[in-house]
């Protein structure tokens, strides 16, 4: 049974940072990439950034920069570090991983406001 759990998320101020943490269980962690999506009220759910079973990365236009995602597979997590966060980055972010098809977690709720 997959199962993803995320946290980390919280308020934070405008300019500063979140760790987001996603501890996986129920498959071979290390041969599957691994992506982080956010969703906003009213707003379609994207693709933050992804990395795949060997370390690569891809991100969305809007956070390249600004986040980085990470994996440790020794602990069954991907991590999503968020700096210079901006108001616009608020919603709740869900980890994703596809085995034929996607499961999801809970999410974490982000906001960023002063």
Do not use: H
Not at 1 to 10: A, I, K, N, T
Not at 14 to 36: D, N, V
Not at 52 to 68: C, E, L, M, P, Q
């Amino acid at each position: 049974q997959v199962q993803l759990v995320e946290s980390g998320g919280g308020l934070v101020q405008p300019g500063g940072s979140l760790r987001l943490s996603c501890a996986a269980s129920g498959f071979t962690f290390s041969r599957y990439a691994m992506r982080w999506y956010r969703q906003a009220p009213g707003k379609e759910r994207e693709l933050v950034a992804a990395i795949t079973s060997i370390g690569n990365t891809n991100y969305a236009d809007s956070v390249k920069g600004r986040f980085t995602i990470s994996r440790d597979n020794a602990k069954n997590t991907v991590y999503l570090q968020m700096n210079s966060l901006k108001p616009e980055d608020t919603a709740v972010y869900y980890c994703n991983v596809v085995i034929g098809v996607a499961s999801w977690g809970q999410g974490t709720q982000v906001t960023v406001s002063s």
